[in-house]
Nanobody
């Protein structure tokens, strides 16, 4: 069983930066494909970025060049560095781990507003 706990959300002004962290329990973190998803009010949850066990990354077009996903297997943690934030990035951000099944964190709120 894998438990995921996100942290690092908050309120930031447009153009600012935040770094989200997701700490995982369990012994299989290094072989999980990890990802960040987000859900804005009234919208469906959408993919933001993923990183495989081999550290291949994939990004939604809307965040390419602004967000960076990374992982530290020694700390069982995945990160999402978010730069040049826009109001449309406002959402609850969820950490996801995937192998045979999906594991989800509880989410962390990111609000981009002046």
């Amino acid at each position: 069983q894998v438990q995921l706990v996100e942290s690092g959300g908050g309120l930031v002004q447009p153009g600012g930066s935040l770094r989200l962290s997701c700490a995982a329990s369990g012994s299989i973190f290094s072989i999980l494909t990890m990802g960040w998803y987000r859900q804005a009010p009234g919208k469906q949850r959408e993919l933001v970025a993923t990183i495989t066990s081999g550290t291949s990354t994939n990004y939604a077009d809307s965040v390419k060049g602004r967000f960076t996903i990374s992982r530290d297997n020694s700390k069982n943690t995945v990160y999402l560095q978010m730069n040049s934030l826009k109001p449309e990035d406002t959402a609850v951000y969820y950490c996801n781990g995937r192998l045979v099944q999906d594991y989800w964190g509880q989410g962390t709120q990111v609000t981009v507003s002046s």
